[in-house]
Nanobody, 125 residues
Framework: QVQLVESGGGLVQTGGSLRLSCEASGRTVSSYVSGWVRQAPGKARECVASISYNGVWIYYDDSVKGRFTISRDNAKNTVYLQMNSLKPEDTAVYYC??????????????????WGQGTQVTVSS
């Protein structure tokens, strides 16, 4: 089992920045891929960024490419999502997700087995 706890969400104005963190605990000694998945009201979950355990494989959805940066510190069992130039359409609950069964990080929400509780990000216009 892997437990994931997100932090760092909040309210920010358009053009502002936030950094989300996701700390993992439990069965974390083995390699795992991580993703950040968001869900806006009335919409399906979408994976906006994901990263392999060694950081070699990184994926960004086109909607966040050039604005968001995913990274990880394996010594701290923590994955980050730096979000810059935020837009109102980025408003959503952001979930940290993990999977132990693959080396290349998934690009879909259904690729992930373990989930955090989510953190709200609200971007005001």
């Amino acid at each position: 089992q892997v437990q994931l706890v997100e932090s760092g969400g909040g309210l920010v104005q358009t053009g502002g920045s936030l950094r989300l963190s996701c700390e993992a605990s439990g069965r974390t000694v083995s390699s795992y891929v991580s993703g950040w998945v968001r869900q806006a009201p009335g919409k399906a979950r979408e994976c906006v960024a994901s990263i392999s355990y060694n950081g070699v494989w990184i994926y960004y959805d086109d909607s966040v490419k050039g604005r968001f940066t995913i990274s990880r510190d394996n010594a701290k069992n923590t994955v980050y999502l730096q979000m810059n130039s935020l837009k109102p359409e980025d408003t959503a609950v952001y979930y940290c997700a993990a999977d132990l069964s693959r080396a290349v990080p998934g690009r879909r929400a259904r690729d992930y087995v373990y989930w955090g509780q989510g953190t709200q990000v609200t971007v005001s216009s």
